[in-house]
């Protein structure tokens, strides 16, 4: 990831924040969607430099970056915003800084139903040659902690309705930090668990 673009949300007391994140994100997810390969994916992805700040968990800035300024270009993130002039300001394609803090990847949080998680724990156990009642309980473990993290409103989100059938949807994001690069693609989101984002 060489190259990036900052967009800025402008809110006023007449539209919040998280409004205009719901505006932005489903422009940007647009974009992305008619860029995808045949692996649903991009080389895409988005940062969120303000993220965990208050009072607004995401911050008012997206970071998009991807691994060439004619990629940047290519995508015209003007374009797709340009419904949203006056509250969201599209920045100039920038190289990344070669003084950054690190890595970050920005994943997507999905939570699972009782029985979708016991129907991982089984398949885990298989795999692993451990019984199912310890991997139900690692798996139980893992998303009570989110669950935890969800209902304490300290896992930032973004409100979207769904592309497939108009349903209003929550995207969880989970920001962790990384010791070291790891290359690879991202969702339609521009979220990844895995693939990392220079951070500064």
Known sequence: MNYYVDIKLLSDTEITLGFIWQKVYSQMHLALVEIKDENNTVDVG???????????PLGDTLR????????????????????????????????????????????????????????????????????????????????QKYTKLKDDNQLAFVNMKSLSNGHPMKIFIVKKEVEKEEKGAFSTYGLSNFSTLPCF
């Not at 940062?47 to 607004?56: A, D, K, M, R, T």
């Not at 920038?94 to 999905?110: A, L, M, T």
Request: glycine content about 8%.
């Open 46 to 56: 988005f940062s969120f430099p303000l993220y965990g700040e208050h009072p607004f």
């Open 64 to 143: 998009v970056l991807t691994g060439s300024k004619e990629r940047l270009e290519a995508l015209d993130v003007s374009k797709w915003l340009n419904r949203l002039d006056g509250y969201a300001y599209v920045g100039e394609i920038k190289e990344v800084p070669s003084d950054i803090k690190g890595y970050v990847s920005f994943g997507r949080k999905q939570f699972k139903s009782n029985t979708e998680i016991r129907r991982l724990a089984k398949r885990y156990a298989k795999r692993n040659g451990i019984s199912e009642e310890e991997a139900l309980s690692n798996y139980e473990l893992t998303e």
